[in-house]
């Protein structure tokens, strides 16, 4: 099948450019001596992970528990949660959860540890455990290293919790644009961490896992980074957002839409709009008219422009302002290359937030 023969819009990949973003990738964590333990949230497909795992990585990293049954019920056995999640239906569900594979959660208060512990007694599990430690994101975890520590200290002696070390999020430094400053920033995120572990271990307790960093800091890890597994999830698709940047990533996913309506000169119409793309993070634009602003509205994307020749019915393809969250906006995706449609499959983890 050809990609014009598709209903749209529709969301496509270039499994092309999916590939080398996985190389570069892949050679990045080798040269510097990294584990790479990829975000889910930017992409949900059970098969990514699994491709993900095939080309090397450790685990995964989730964002909410559903995702992390998802990954487990497929098979993925070593799932990190990135996250809090204090309320007790869901601690009940991670002991559970850490019955069917190796699995790490996020804790920043002495109330989760204690219901993480309870809930692991009674599954017989054991529950790794990473204090979350807030390097200036402002998001969830403790920002003080003697609270840090007394958490730490009450995980470690917790018989069912097994505390391994540090999730340091600098989410705040992913899309800073001025190279110099994202640099700094992440050179004072290393050596904060430095410090902290520095810290921790003089009290007597061993930091096995700094676990952290995103698609748009990954190349300020040195070799000698204090972190020692990386959660980038954007890198394997690439949207507007990240494009400011400059990295070596390139744009894989695509939502193929078409012009339905040309405006006298004026402009031309295509379907899909924010109901099947994402507008947080950046506005996003046609990869065939990348310097033009487009206008978003819910089903349709309008271009202030009518380029030579361009008729109704042609296939133009936008390109998300924030791959993750348009990757929940839909149930399935097709697997490109050239123009043939390889595959259609589905988005399994799509929706799920709790
Ligand atoms: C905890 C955590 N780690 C890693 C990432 C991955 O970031 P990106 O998709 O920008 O690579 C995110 C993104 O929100 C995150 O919240």
Redesign the pocket.
């Known amino acids: 099948m050809n990609v014009h023969q598709l209903e749209t819009p529709a969301l496509i990949l270039d499994l092309d450019r999916y590939e080398e973003n996985f190389r570069i990738m892949k050679n990045f964590t080798e040269a510097n001596g990294i584990r790479l333990r990829p ?1 889910y ?2 992409h949900k497909c059970t098969w990514i992970a699994h491709d993900q795992i095939a080309a090397g990585a450790k685990g995964i ?1 989730c ?1 909410t528990l559903g995702e992390a049954e998802d990954a487990a019920r497929a098979g993925i056995e070593d799932i990190l949660i ?2 809090q999640a204090p309320q007790m239906s869901k601690v009940t569900r991670i002991a559970y959860l850490a019955t069917c594979c190796r699995l790490t959660v996020c804790v920043d208060s002495t109330e989760n540890i204690a219901a993480l512990e309870a809930a692991a007694a009674l599954e017989s599990a054991a529950i790794h455990v990473l204090v979350e430690y807030d390097v200036g994101m402002r998001r969830c975890g403790v920002t003080d290293a003697e609270e840090f520590l007394l958490l730490a200290k009450l995980a470690d002696a917790a018989p069912h919790l097994v505390f391994e070390g540090i999730q340091a ?1 600098a ?1 705040n430094l ?1 899309h800073e644009a001025d190279f110099e400053k994202r640099k700094k920033n992440s050179d004072w995120v290393e050596s904060r961490l430095s410090a902290l572990k520095k810290y921790v271990e003089n009290a007597g307790l061993k930091i096995r896992e700094v676990s ?5 800091t990954v190349q300020f890890r040195p070799k000698n980074s204090v972190y020692t597994e990386i ?5 394997i698709f690439m949207d507007k957002a990240y494009s400011l940047l400059n990295l070596p990533f390139r744009n894989a996913l695509f939502l193929l839409t078409q012009v339905i309506s040309v405006v006298g000169k004026e402009r031309i119409v295509t379907c899909g709009g924010m109901k099947s793309i994402s507008v947080d993070q950046a506005n996003p634009s046609l990869a065939e008219y990348p310097g033009i602003p487009v206008e978003m509205s819910e089903e349709h994307c309008t271009l202030p422009f009518v380029p030579e020749g361009i008729t109704v019915g042609d296939y133009l393809r936008l390109i998300p302002g924030h791959c ?1 969250t348009t990757m929940n906006l839909h149930d399935h995706m097709y697997l490109v290359r050239k123009d043939k449609v390889m595959d259609r499959r589905e988005i399994v983890s799509r929706g799920k937030s709790r």
């Open positions: 975000h949230k930017s990293t964002a990135a996250n999020y989410g992913s952290g960093t995103s698609t748009g959660q980038p999830g954007s890198y993750c």
